[in-house]
């Protein structure tokens, strides 16, 4: 049978997503997509629901009615890496290890060349023997990244990814991410427009209750974008008043 990880990477569907905890629905009828082999940002407020919505994705919530699915019709989850709001480290596991987790449990021999490598480009190399509480937020952040990363998917699904960053490392981050990235179907929270507008092919604001989503924004030209493109401070005003509700995106 083919591995279902070499395919090449789908779009994914969410058709009718209707989904509530107690009286208010987060979602009513929510249709989104995310476009194959690119990467889709999904911005909003604090709790308007989106890692609820990427967790739907990934088949770790149910939603009451709707679903979701792939362009070819394969699963998700056997597809997809996963790097959640928090860094979900285990604590008895040396850095490395966290790292290679995603062989261990597959019960197949990690690439530690391939781990020491993207612990090398995301500046944690030295750090491979330590134990996860002996280090900073910020490294955390990355230790995580790079098991995200060491997995290789067609499909990424990332919440917040670059929170816990300063802003220097978070920029080297972000650019070292997007190349990483480059040809997979990707879904991005985050609650910076200009990371969004950084990184992402199609930028999407999630708000309300229930929680809407915008038609995409869509900056020119490949991701990493330039931090000083004149451009993207454009851009990310108008996302800032989409962010809080303006009626007049333009004004
Ligand atoms: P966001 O990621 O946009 O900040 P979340 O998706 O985490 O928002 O949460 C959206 C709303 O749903 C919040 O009001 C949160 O308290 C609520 N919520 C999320 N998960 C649960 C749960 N398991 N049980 C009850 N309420 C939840
Ligand atoms: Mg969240």
Redesign the pocket.
């Known amino acids: 049978m083919a591995d279902p990880t070499s395919t090449p990477p789908p779009g994914i569907d969410l058709r009718d997503i209707t989904l509530g905890?107690?009286d208010?629905p987060?979602f009513a009828g929510l249709d989104f997509h995310l476009a194959p082999g690119q990467c889709t940002c999904l911005l909003?407020?604090?709790?308007?629901?989106?890692?609820?919505?990427?967790?739907v994705i990934a088949g770790l919530?149910s939603p009451d009615r709707g679903d979701v699915h792939c362009s070819d019709r394969q699963s998700i989850k056997d597809r997809a890496a996963w790097m959640g709001?928090s860094d979900g480290l285990l604590p008895w596991l040396s850095v490395e290890d966290n790292v290679c987790l995603g062989a261990r449990f597959r019960g197949e021999p990690p690439d530690r060349e391939r781990a020491e490598r993207l612990m090398k480009d995301l500046d944690i190399g030295a750090l491979g023997h330590r134990l996860p509480a002996t280090l900073s937020g910020g490294q955390r952040q990355r230790v995580a990244l790079a098991r995200t990363l060491m997995e290789d998917r067609p499909i990424v699904l990332m919440?917040?990814p670059f929170s816990a960053l300063d802003a220097i490392t978070r920029a080297r981050m972000q650019a070292l991410a997007a190349h990483s990235l480059t040809g997979k179907t990707v879904l991005l929270?985050t609650?910076d427009p200009l990371e969004a507008l950084r990184i992402g092919h199609h930028i999407h604001v999630?708000i309300g209750m229930p929680a809407i989503i915008e038609p995409a924004l869509r900056p020119d030209g490949a991701p990493p974008r330039a931090l000083d493109n004149r451009r993207l401070l454009d851009l990310q005003a108008t996302l800032l008043k989409r962010l809080a509700g303006s009626k007049d995106w333009t004004a």
Request: proline share 4%; no cysteine; charged share 15%.
């Open positions: 905890y107690g208010a987060l909003g407020p604090s709790g308007v629901g989106k890692s609820t919505l990427l967790r919530s709001q919440d917040e929270v609650h999630m």
